[in-house]
Every structure is written in C-alpha cells, then in structure tokens.
C-alpha cells in the first residue's frame, strides 16, 4: 500500500500500471480529417445510402427484419455517431483557432515591422525633400546651360568680328601681337 503524502504541495508519486499516452498532435491531426470527412459530400451521400437501406429493410414485408423494434437500432446508432463526432469537431474547430490565433499574431508582427518601415521610408523621403531645396533643380540647370550657351557663342561671335577687323587692316599698320 502507498504511503500517504505528508506535504499536499508536491506531486503525487505516478503511479506504475497501464496508462494509455496518447500524443496530442497525432490526435489532432486525426480529429481534423474526421472532421473534414464528415463535412463532405460524400459522407453525407454514404450516410444517406445507409440510412434508406436500413429504413427500406425494416418497412418492406417479406425480408428479414435486422431490428426487431422498427429503427430503435437505427436511432442508436445514429446517436452514437453524433456523440462522437460533435467532440471530434469541437477539437478539431479548438486546433484551428490555435492556428488562427498564431497566424494573426505573426500577420501583426508583419504589420508592426511594414509600419516601422513606411515610417522610416517616409522619413527619409521628407530629408530628401528638403535637401532637394537646396540643390539646383532641372530648370535652373537649363537656364544656367542655356546661358552658358549664349555667352560661348556671343564670344566666338565677337572673335570672329575681331579676326575679321585684323585681316580689314593692311599689313603695313598691323600692330604685333604679343605672343
């Protein structure tokens, strides 16, 4: 015999004997495609089928009736099936909102980091902006070359006219240039 426990807060010493250990994750696995099963076309079809076979059984006279009292068995088996199957499902819907509840928590991670980034990318788009101010804008580095452009050739103009005044004058009263 077991020797009574002195202190109540520890565990109990377990007990040695059969235990059924049943792992979890292989259960849940099962529940969900039991469940899946039943919520398909084709359960519904086979469990109609049966259901019309057995009614047809017990009401047609002449064949042998499997159910002495008309659908007692049928209603017991029926039964059993329900009382199974609805806590096969509820565990199943249980797993699939363990599911749900890890995915909307990584989706608002992702949502929190996505915030975090178009905060920064916004930051950096405004210091961009503001740089920008002071940096020459497409406009006025076309005016600016635009300009340039007029002066080279207002210069290669007035050369031109200079050269062309140089060979106007006659040797004799050209002046040296200094080289």
Request: charged share 35%; hydrophobic share 40%; no cysteine.
């Amino acid at each position: 015999m077991a020797e009574p426990r002195v202190r109540l807060d520890q565990p109990q010493v377990p007990r040695r004997g059969l235990r059924l250990r049943v792992d979890p994750d292989a259960f849940g696995k099962w529940t969900e495609k039991f469940a899946r099963f039943l919520g398909t076309g084709r359960y519904l079809v086979i469990q109609t089928a049966v259901i019309v076979l057995w009614v047809i059984d017990n009401v047609v006279p002449g064949l042998p009736h499997p159910d002495k009292y008309p659908f007692l068995f049928l209603t017991l088996g029926l039964s059993l099936q329900a009382s199974y199957a609805a806590p096969l499902i509820l565990l199943a819907q249980n797993r699939q909102t363990d599911r749900d509840r890890v995915n909307l928590e990584a989706d608002r991670d992702e949502a929190r980091e996505s915030k975090a980034d178009l905060e920064y990318l916004a930051r950096e788009l405004a210091a961009v902006r503001m740089s920008l101010g002071e940096v020459a804008t497409r406009d006025f580095l076309r005016s600016e070359l635009a300009r340039a452009e007029e002066a080279r050739a207002e210069s290669k103009e007035s050369r031109k006219k200079d050269r062309k005044q140089r060979e106007d004058v006659p040797p004799t009263e050209r002046v040296a240039e200094p080289s």
